[in-house]
């Protein structure tokens, strides 16, 4: 048999049948048919193509020749697929891989007794983007065991393999003591956090000659030119504002203010012509149009000023993770949060994170937490297969630098052989890889099978201790750490990234507070576990659609300038599987195309819930760092570091300052009283009163208070594992944020279903900045609500969430004036707190005309009237001014759209 592994030749060359031809695909021979001719997939153009590849693409892939793109036909002797004309319904799966040519090799599992059918018996892959659910499953599983991969044999626990369940604790107290409470501790713990601030400090400001030199010489710039270029590179900002041209922008602006001013005259009008006999209606159409241009208002100002960002990747690079050191790229904890397995299909959730292990970055610096919030053992199981599965999958990715990293979502993609110059190696693992996923979806909806139905005594782990879990009102808190350090290591020899299912305890008589809760709980976790300098999170559906998330991000936070005032980096949301002409509205793209960048202009975008990368050090309730330059009061063009040069000096200058988080908006705790009791180090007493504020603030943790203060993340190496996880358990106990600033402060803060809103309005309020980060490959991808009821209930949600906000103390109409608050930002604040209102005049303004007709009055004084007594411009023309007005209104808008 002749292989050829080497170039393929010239895609378009005549191609003529020889029995050793190459296939263009796999590279093994094409082989011959049955009747022994040169075995030909395509009748049109003869494009040299296997059988298996052939029969692989007719069912799973581009269904088409790669090259004059004719649909495949069916050859004598293939098998069926769905889609064919003749017969829709052949199962034709099992003949599927069947190799009777080609090399000979099948599929390791081949003998293995597997109905694939359940799983891919639908349509066509790539018509409906489908997951199977578990109702189909039933009864069709086979010994596909979930048993068999149990959460035994994955389990590694972080402190002991061989203990598989969660670790549990009930008194966690008694174990307290044994890693100090006392203050001497204290001091040390403080002392080694100043130390290793100095050392970041140092790093931070002279960062290239420090790391190449070894070791602290500050003045040792590079010796040689090249050298010099590479510091003068590693320098330069890792980002950059894309100004959106002026021209464009003052169009835009000189409509608004030219309909501010027709709007004048309109009211002046309205309001000088009352209509005699019918006041009433009068009245309440005109106050319905005074609210109807408020609320323009508020909508318009915060997009004045709207800006694009660019990242340099490679900058990063350079700066930070350059080739043959160590990495100096911050670690970074991920959160997901799921809540019930039967909504939120397991399966997504195992895409989601499976592309967070998979992502771009150094491994030992990401750890990804999963929050379970129904305590559900599917959950947990399927986590742990989840965990199987990355060990192939991560070093598949990273190996062919594949995108999306979510099998999913990847294997949806079709590939053309021709364009992206594909290797026949590559094709081969990427069938074999897919065959795995295919078996892993296979597992994981046989325990959405078995989960359907809850036993009476309900669930029993693998080991057949009950799931402690059973009854997700009343349960202990759970963690168990999966992969990692301890954890094992992929297919290919490498370490992958930490995952840790959580499920914090619940108890009746306790607020759960639901995601925001459970957001805080995992600040916690991983605060004692990893403690990654930088948070990021996602909702369960939303998956990285980017590789590069994560290094996007960190072209901001790690940007000496605007990582000390950034609170979070905020990407846009976008979604899979809308319809053409999106329903449901469920892309807002003026929302997100326009709003969102329009305030990255002023103080930055909202935080929208998901898809976001915190500072957490503004998640702790800390004022950001300022320079006199970032508190000039300048309010739009300042904002959007126009003096970037200015600042980077002042800020070389401000290493003092920077030690300092300063508190203003929180009265309760001021780390400057921190810094004075620590100089003041003989006396003990100012010790503990700052060790009372810090726990009255942060909850009785020790090893939880201790890490807020490593501002560049990481745990002391010193830790024993197992204390950190008795440790970890303790701080998701309901108890814990009692009497402390968790949800009123600090954390996600609780009193609305929208926390997110209010979570990113308290940053701002503290004169953090945020960022909106799109680049042109979408970092994440989610599934939106895509019928109906679903889309009516969640607007119903968001809406309420608003108007829980504005009878809050957190309404962005009262709060805080005199703070740091930009006021075009508090606007934009504003208008999404208030839009829900907008309901009411809505609805009497549509009843109006109702009323108007069984009345045979009418809101505006007829022409009649007003002309006999006076004839003005308005009284004539108001009807066609309105209608010019909302002409002009949607041509601009629309034009907007397409022009950013
Ligand atoms: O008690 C709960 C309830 C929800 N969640 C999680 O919260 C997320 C969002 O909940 P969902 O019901 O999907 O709300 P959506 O309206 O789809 O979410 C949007 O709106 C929310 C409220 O504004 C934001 O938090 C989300 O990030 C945003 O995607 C999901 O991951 C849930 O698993 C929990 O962890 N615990
Ligand atoms: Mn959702
Ligand atoms: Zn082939
Ligand atoms: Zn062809």
Redesign the pocket.
Known sequence: MIRNDGDAPAPGKEVKGTVGQACQICGDTVGVSATGDVFVACNECAFPVCRPCYEYERKDGVKCCPQCKTRYKRLSGSPRVPGDEEEEDVDDLDNEFNYKQGNGKGPEWQGEDIDLSSSSRHEPHHRIPRLTSGQQMSGEIPDASPDRHSIRSPTSSYVDPSVPVPVRIVDPSKDLNSYGLNSVDWKERVESWRVKQDKNMMQVTNKYPDARGGGGDMEGTGSNGEDMQMVDDARLPLSRIVPIPANQLNLYRIVIILRLIILCFFFQYRVSHPVRDAYGLWLVSVICEIWFALSWLLDQFPKWYPINRETYLDRLALRYDREGEPSQLCPIDIF????DPLK?PPLITANTVLSILAVDYPVDKVSCYV?D?GSAMLTFESLSETAEFARKWVPFCKKHNIEPRAPEFYFQQKIDYLKDKIQPSFVKERRAMKREYEEFKIRINALVAKAQKVPEEGWTMADGTAWPGNNPRDHPGMIQVFLGHSGGLDTDGNELPRLVYVSREKRPGFQ?H??A??MNALIRVSAVLTNGAYLLNV????YFNSSKALREAMCFMMDPALGRKTCYVQFP?RFDGIDLHDRYANRNIVFFDINMKGLDGIQGPMY???GCCFNRQALYGYDPVLTEADLEPNIVVKSCCGGRKKKSKSYMDNKNRMMKRTESSAPIFNMEDIEEGIEGYEDERSMLMSQKRLEKRFGQSPIFTASTFMTQGGIPPSTNPASLLKEAIHVISCGYEDKTEWGKEIGWIYGS?????LTGFKMHARGWISIYCMPPRPCFK?SA?INLSDRLN?VL??AL?SVEILFSRHCPIWYNYGGRLKLLERVAYINTIVYPLTSLPLIAYCVLPAICLLTNKFIIPTAYETCSVHCDFFSFFSPFVILVLCCLEYIMSELYLYTL
Do not use: L, Y
Not at 336 to 339: A, E, G, H, L, W
Not at 753 to 757: F, K, P, R, S
């Open positions: 997901v949060s799921t809540v939120e929050s919030d759960h639901k995601k809760g459970a909702d369960c559906d939303h949301q929208v819930g998901t279903v929208t926390e997110d809103i989610g609500p969640q949600r968001w969430g």
